[in-house]
């Protein structure tokens, strides 16, 4: 089992920028950032593989950047150029796996932190 906790989260204005972080309890294990807003489904945003591979929603490329620091057991997710489309609880994910790549596929995750709030408006 791995703990996953996010942090980071909060209220801006469109155009700006914001880091999130997941801290997370094993370094064994695949990881991806997915979002909900309200009213609809849970979607993923960005995953990133054991050989550091990325995948993308269409909706956030070339705006996020995912990155994991193995040295200190954290997920981070670059965002700029927010826009209000954005707002959404966004949710670190993880799959256990030494070996995997990049997935932002809802299916392949099986444990999830309790979300972080982003708002921009």
């Known amino acids: 089992h791995v703990q996953l906790v996010e942090s980071g989260g909060g209220s801006l204005q469109a155009g700006g920028s914001l880091r999130l972080s997941c801290a997370f309890s094993?370094?064994?294990?695949?990881m991806g950032w997915f979002r909900q807003a309200p009213g609809k489904e849970r979607e993923g945003v960005a995953g990133?593989?054991?050989?550091?591979?990325?995948t993308y929603a269409d909706s956030v490329k070339g705006r996020f950047a995912i990155s994991v620091d193995n040295a200190k057991n954290t997920l981070d997710l670059q965002m700029n150029s927010l826009k209000p489309e954005d707002t959404a609880m966004y949710y670190c994910?993880?799959?256990?796996?030494?070996?995997?790549?990049?997935?932002?596929?809802?299916?392949?995750?099986?444990?999830w932190g309790q979300g972080t709030q982003v708002t921009v408006s």
């Open positions: 994910a993880a799959r256990p796996g030494i070996f995997c790549s990049a997935s932002a596929r809802l299916s392949d995750y099986n444990h």
């Open positions: 094993k370094d064994t294990f695949c």
């Open positions: 990133i593989g054991s050989d550091g591979t990325t």
